[in-house]
């Protein structure tokens, strides 16, 4: 019996570490395609100030995101000098930075949504809406537990 959980959990695992690299795969294939000049491991970024209304405090990203600030800042300079994003200081507290997306930027985060949202439904396909919703709260209990 011991075995047989090792071997499930071990299935378990790897199913959502094929997901996961399928992602990848399919992400960096279609970034290629769609000549988007944004690293696949990046994508978060765009995603999480399209998801805030396109305004974010820098601080806010680090946490949403799980970066340490200096990661984000290589990556917030780097999409700066793309013309992707940029920075924007507060009136009312200098030490306080606010990070957007340009409109370029912007429409490269509507192509990652149309993307990702293309991903979800190829490995919906074969399911049933109560089956997602399971799986999605399911995920969600997992997330928590991290």
Request: charged share 35%; with cysteine.
């Given at each position: 019996m011991i075995e047989k959980e090792v071997i499930n959990k071990k299935k378990f695992v790897g199913q959502?570490?094929?997901?996961?690299?399928?992602?990848?795969?399919?992400?960096?294939?279609?970034?290629?395609?769609?000549?988007?000049?944004?690293?696949?491991?990046?994508?978060?970024f765009f995603?999480?100030?399209?998801?805030?209304n396109n305004k974010l405090e820098f601080k806010e990203i680090a946490e949403i995101a799980r970066k340490?600030?200096?990661s984000l800042?290589?990556?917030?300079?780097?999409?700066e000098d793309q013309g992707l994003a940029q920075r924007e200081h507060s009136s009312a507290n200098k030490k306080t930075v606010y990070v957007k997306l340009t409109s370029e930027g912007?429409?490269?985060?509507?192509?990652?949504k149309e993307i990702t949202d293309q991903?979800?439904?190829?490995?919906?396909?074969?399911?049933?809406?109560k089956q997602?919703?399971?799986?999605?709260?399911?995920l969600d209990i997992m997330h928590r537990s991290l």
């Amino acid at each position: 019996m011991i075995e047989k959980e090792v071997i499930n959990k071990k299935k378990f695992v790897g199913q959502m570490q094929l997901i996961g690299e399928k992602f990848t795969e399919y992400l960096k294939k279609e970034l290629k395609k769609r000549e988007i000049p944004i690293n696949g491991n990046h994508i978060g970024f765009f995603i999480i100030l399209a998801d805030f209304n396109n305004k974010l405090e820098f601080k806010e990203i680090a946490e949403i995101a799980r970066k340490s600030k200096s990661s984000l800042c290589d990556i917030v300079d780097r999409y700066e000098d793309q013309g992707l994003a940029q920075r924007e200081h507060s009136s009312a507290n200098k030490k306080t930075v606010y990070v957007k997306l340009t409109s370029e930027g912007l429409k490269y985060s509507r192509e990652i949504k149309e993307i990702t949202d293309q991903y979800f439904d190829k490995i919906t396909r074969n399911l049933n809406e109560k089956q997602i919703k399971e799986i999605e709260g399911i995920l969600d209990i997992m997330h928590r537990s991290l």
